[in-house]
């Protein structure tokens, strides 16, 4: 019946037996681990095990722990967890109605409170709806009607035009922060820290929101809503144009959400909280997602010659001509990750500062000096000696999971497509022939990312080999 993001232990006082829990998805971090003494230890944070512990681990989600039964057993086990392919048919408005309960449900709050605000559609649909009903709550009696949103970017990104734009639309007090590339290359130690993970994808997106969350509480603001898992339910990355049938598509996206609380979860929850700051994230509301995922998945593939790009089924469902949400341009804006949107040059910057700290000659010895999931890059290598040195543990580096990955599908979706195995880079531009910023083939293979430009204006042809660009 919970229902929420919670990590807790409760303890029994009369025998000293308690139970453990973690939220459904796993929104809320949670570790556990065994000392040699026979003790359990319990935290929400892997550095608060790594010294007493002789082996810990993720507390997985959607589980509790008996310390009656010592064991965990999954409490939260909904239709879509089978993945077995659903077959309700699409319908906008019941969709619509999902979403704005989900938002409305985390209106509920005592403290000053804002929106994080990219300009992609996730956030944009949160600002909108957060602004539409804000006026009639408790929340608003005590701070105000006015609409705080945030985006953080290096001068001239995508995400801050995006997000300047969505908010004077919708009315909001915006607030942009700037950071430069080498701002972000300062802070790595620090993200990787908090983080507690060597993953490419998650250091990449976590850095910007770290800054911007320090900057954030600053102003004296202590919750924000974000716009996490609508790319996992929704089949909204860019891989996903090459999904072969419906029944790959639903099970990728299942795939997804099972392993939200490894990344996007872990990054929006740690790089918040490292500095007080909560975030919540109305998408992986336990009702919305099952309506969600019981759409039947055909809705949802995307098929561009007939208009339906990524994410389609949401963006229908919130097109309302006589009370627009948000602008037809920002409602069908293509999708950009976040580590992407805040700038494209922040991504190579980070490629060009591994590049200088780590040599060829120690890349051709990665694999003996970490055999687990051996990084395959430079900077790959450059995340994974940091973390090493906060998390010298064997547990530690077992926390964080490993395996291909394109734009960042799980290794089964690799298979997709056989041009992918040949390009594996997290980023969404390393969707070939599907972004309108792909990287060229020149430099795929060179280290250097150059985006192609064209004309200012993208334009997406079909062929019989899928997504192509023409100039």
């Known amino acids: 019946m919970l229902d929420g993001i919670f990590a807790f232990v409760l303890l029994d006082t009369r025998d000293n037996s308690f139970i453990a829990a973690r939220d459904a998805i796993g929104v809320t971090p949670l570790y556990i681990g065994w000392g040699l003494d026979g003790s359990i230890w319990i935290s929400s944070e892997m550095k608060g095990l790594n010294d007493d512990c002789e082996h810990f681990e993720v507390f997985p989600p959607g589980h509790l722990y008996s310390s009656k039964q010592g064991g965990f057993r999954r409490w939260y086990n909904p239709p879509w967890f089978s993945e077995a392919v659903p077959s309700t048919p699409y319908d906008p408005l019941v969709l619509r109605k ?76 915006h607030h942009e922060f700037h950071f430069t590339v080498q701002d972000g ?50 089949g909204g990355y860019l891989y996903f144009h090459k999904a072969p049938n419906k029944e790959e598509f639903h099970q990728e996206t299942c795939r997804k959400i099972k392993a939200l609380h490894q990344y996007d979860c872990l990054r929006a929850n740690k790089a918040t909280s490292a500095w007080g700051l909560e975030a919540r994230v109305p998408f992986l509301d336990k009702a919305f997602i099952n309506t969600a995922m019981a759409i039947d998945p ?62 060829d000659k120690v890349m051709q010895n990665a694999g003996n000096i970490f055999p687990h999931n051996t990084p395959t890059t430079k900077e790959a290598y450059y995340y994974r000696t940091i973390f090493e040195r906060f998390f010298p543990q064997n547990s530690a580096r077992l926390t964080v999971p490993g395996g291909a990955s394109v734009a960042c599908s799980t290794a089964k979706a690799v298979e997709w497509d056989a041009s992918w195995s040949k390009n594996l880079d997290p980023s969404g531009r390393a969707a070939l022939g599907v972004h309108v910023s792909a990287y060229d083939n020149s430099s795929a293979n060179s280290g250097v990312v150059q985006p192609v430009i064209i004309n200012d204006v993208p334009h997406i042809s079909v062929s019989t080999h899928g997504v192509e660009i023409l100039s």
Not at 114 to 142: E, M, N, P, W
Not at 192 to 220: C, Q
Not at 337 to 352: A, E
């Open 98 to 173: 999902a979403f704005e309960d989900a938002v409305i449900k985390r209106l509920m709050t005592d403290v000053p409170f804002g929106v994080l605000l990219s300009g992609g559609l996730d956030s944009s649909l949160v600002a909108s709806i957060t602004a539409r009903h804000l006026a009639g709550t408790k929340a608003a009696k005590q701070w105000g009607t006015q609409l705080h949103s945030f985006c953080v970017g290096l001068e001239g990104s995508p995400d801050l035009k995006a997000g300047r734009e969505v908010a004077d639309y919708l009315g909001t007090v």
């Open 185 to 234: 290359i300062d802070a790595i130690e620090d993200v990787i820290f908090h983080i507690e993970t060597y993953d490419v994808t998650t250091i990449r997106a976590a850095t910007p929101m770290f800054l911007m969350s320090r900057k954030i509480k600053s102003l004296g603001v202590k919750m924000v809503i974000s716009g996490e898992g609508s790319d996992e339910i929704f």
């Open 298 to 359: 055909e809705a949802k593939m995307i098929h561009p010659e007939e208009g339906r790009i990524e994410k389609w089924v949401l963006r229908r469902a919130f097109d309302d001509e006589k009370q627009p949400y948000l602008p037809k341009h920002i409602l069908y804006r293509q999708k950009e990750q976040f580590s992407d949107g805040v700038g494209y040059s922040w991504i190579d910057g980070l490629k060009d500062h591994a590049a200088k700290h780590v040599t």
